[in-house]
């Protein structure tokens, strides 16, 4: 009949644990160290929250200012030129609508207008492309439905008279 082996003849006893109150670590680094400080010694926070004096407080986010592989921080959005944007895009299609492609390219104009007039440094600038973009084919869309709107009067007006 097989027995089983007495580990604790054949292995080292475990560890002891250090009482609590007694400076714990590595020796070899508290002696030679002289910045440690045991247990219980140095910062406690005080009451004020002030940190100790000669610490350098936080000195803000390592941004991308000298700081490689940080991101820029995050722009601000143009709305109006944006939405400059997106009503040219629309007037694109609906120009040979007689009013409703007219008040289209003149609101993709205006939006464009006044969103460019706003953009500064601290927007994106693809805003910008965005305002410009909206901006011509607002012009354009406008042009083409107030010479549509003319041809449909001259026609209406030509045929009134017959």
Not at 61 to 90: D, E, S
Not at 142 to 157: C, K, P
Request: without cysteine; glycine residues 14%; hydrophobic residues 40%.
């Amino acid at each position: 009949m097989k027995t089983r082996p007495d580990f604790t003849r054949t292995h080292a006893p475990l560890p002891s644990y250090p009482e609590p109150g007694q400076p714990q670590g590595y020796p070899a680094y508290q002696q030679d160290n002289p910045a440690y400080q045991p247990a219980g010694q140095g910062y406690h926070g005080g009451s004020s929250g002030e940190p100790p004096s000669g610490y350098p407080g936080y000195q803000g986010y390592p941004g991308y200012q000298g700081f490689p592989g940080y991101p820029p921080p995050a722009r601000r959005t143009n709305a109006l030129a944006l939405t400059g944007f997106i009503l040219g895009f629309v007037a694109m299609f609906f120009f040979w609508i007689p009013f409703l492609g007219t008040l289209i390219a003149l609101s993709a104009g205006a939006f464009s207008a006044i969103g460019l007039s706003n953009q500064g440094p601290d927007h994106a600038p693809a805003y910008k492309v965005f305002g410009i973009i909206g901006l011509i084919f607002g012009i354009l869309f406008t042009v083409i439905t107030v010479l549509l709107l003319a041809l449909i009067f001259s026609s209406v007006g030509a045929a009134s008279m017959y």
